[in-house]
């Protein structure tokens, strides 16, 4: 497996694409590039996302601009500078980096404001809403660039995640003082559940706050968290996801909280959160084929076992697994990430289309041996991401060559990065 390689083809990608107009990041990276034709979704995705720039017949850039999106393009782009060589790769960072804080108009600066420090959805397409999961990789990449000779980003990340850890210790304290009410009151956010996806996301920017921001306390709703995420979503009026698998969560949600479980075990060296971590490595373990592959539960994203889910579980499962296996120096995590970055390797798309030439689509089909599976709005092969696919999974790449980890202070090389 050569990750130099499999990373020059997605960094090609991103440049040629049409993802990025003009492609030296200058106006940030859209949020994914949409397959049209064929696509069951097609007249849903067309509704929703109409910011929409044509590539070719059936082929569109949808042109939203999202903060998390564009965080996880540069933090790519910064670690691929030094993996690569290529000095030049670092100035598209510095691009998107510039174009959030300085022409996204994303980030709410008013002092008086409830969300003050939280970053909106996207923009063009502005909706005035805000996700925890988006504010939670903005919070971890802005600390992570912070220790990067970028340090302007240290208020930025700061000033999000004091603003996440207010919001979410209220909720978690509604929670625990009410039990199991049928409506909770929540905050000023979408997003505010305890699923992994969402909170569990906000505790490994909390984890990298704490480590930024020692006069804060972050600790105590990372540790709550952690008491309540294990058996499974809460049942306080909020859209319940089942695992077909019996288990409290979804295959997804456990690949999320394999990572963020590990990252936030090895800030606050918490044995609790340490067991959360393990146990959630050891349902990815359970359930991966022998071909790397993990089943797809996710509502967003085709089901099936025969169906690789690029956009919420086969991406994270494997960030998850690299991580959970050197918080525990475990040999059985590793080769399980191996195999997955192995089958990761095998299915990048080498197609001659620009717009699809070392992509990761957002579905893989088993049975086929082909991008498929079925396509929704927010998921499937028909949905070509640039953050939570291509930029996760390429940087899962260079993790796995450099040392290199989602850990507070991780782009230090670490000793034995797995080969």
């Not at 067309?46 to 059936?58: D, E, H, K």
């Not at 994270?316 to 059985?332: E, I, K, M, S, V």
């Not at 953050?387 to 040392?403: K, Q, R, V, Y």
Request: a neutral charge; proline letters at 5%.
């Amino acid at each position: 497996m050569d990750a130099d390689r499999i990373v020059h083809r997605s960094i090609t990608w991103f440049l040629n694409s049409g993802i990025m107009r003009p492609a030296d990041g200058f106006w940030g990276v859209a949020e994914r590039i949409a397959l049209l034709a064929h696509n069951e979704a097609a007249a849903q995705i067309r509704r929703a996302f109409p910011s929409q720039t044509p590539l070719a017949s059936g082929v569109v850039v949808l042109e939203n601009r999202r903060p998390d999106c564009n965080m996880q393009t540069a933090l790519l782009f910064e670690l691929a500078t030094d993996v690569l060589g290529h000095a030049a790769i670092r100035g598209v960072a510095d691009h998107i980096l510039d174009y959030l804080l300085r022409r996204s108009c994303l980030r709410d600066e008013a002092p008086a404001s409830a969300t003050c420090g939280l970053w909106r959805w996207a923009n063009p397409k502005n909706r005035s809403s805000y996700w925890t999961d988006d504010n939670a990789w903005v919070t971890t990449i802005a600390l992570l660039l912070a220790g990067r000779g970028r340090p302007y980003l240290r208020e930025v990340g700061i000033a999000t995640a004091r603003s996440l850890n207010r919001h979410m210790a209220a909720f978690l304290a509604e929670i625990r003082a009410a039990g199991a009410p049928s409506r909770l009151h929540g905050a000023p956010m979408s997003g505010m559940r305890l699923n992994p996806h969402w909170l569990g996301l906000v505790t490994m920017a909390l984890a990298h706050a704490a480590a930024a921001d020692p006069e804060t306390d972050y600790a105590s709703t990372v540790v709550v968290y952690h008491d309540l995420v294990l058996p499974g979503p809460h049942k306080a009026g909020r859209r319940i996801r089942t695992s077909p698998s019996g288990l409290g969560w979804t295959l997804s949600e456990y690949a999320y909280l394999a990572l963020t479980a590990s990252v936030c075990a090895h800030q606050f060296g918490d044995e609790a959160i340490r067991t959360v971590a393990r146990e959630a490595a050891d349902v990815l373990m359970r359930r991966q084929s022998d071909q790397g592959q993990f089943p797809s539960e996710h509502d967003e994203a085709p089901k099936g076992e025969h169906v690789a889910d690029l956009v919420y579980t086969q991406n994270w499962a494997t960030l998850g697994l690299l991580h959970a296996g050197r918080l525990f120096d475990c040999a059985d995590y590793r080769a399980a990430c191996v195999r997955s970055l192995e089958f990761l390797d095998h299915i990048q798309d080498d197609s001659p289309e620009p717009w699809l030439r070392g992509c990761w689509r957002g579905a893989y089909d088993m049975r086929t041996r082909r991008w498929g599976g079925g396509d929704r709005f927010e998921g499937g092969a028909g949905s070509i991401y640039s953050g939570w696919t291509n930029a996760p999974i390429a940087l899962a790449f260079l993790m796995e060559s450099s040392g290199a980890s989602l850990f507070p202070g991780g782009f230090r090389p670490a000793r034995g990065a797995l080969r």
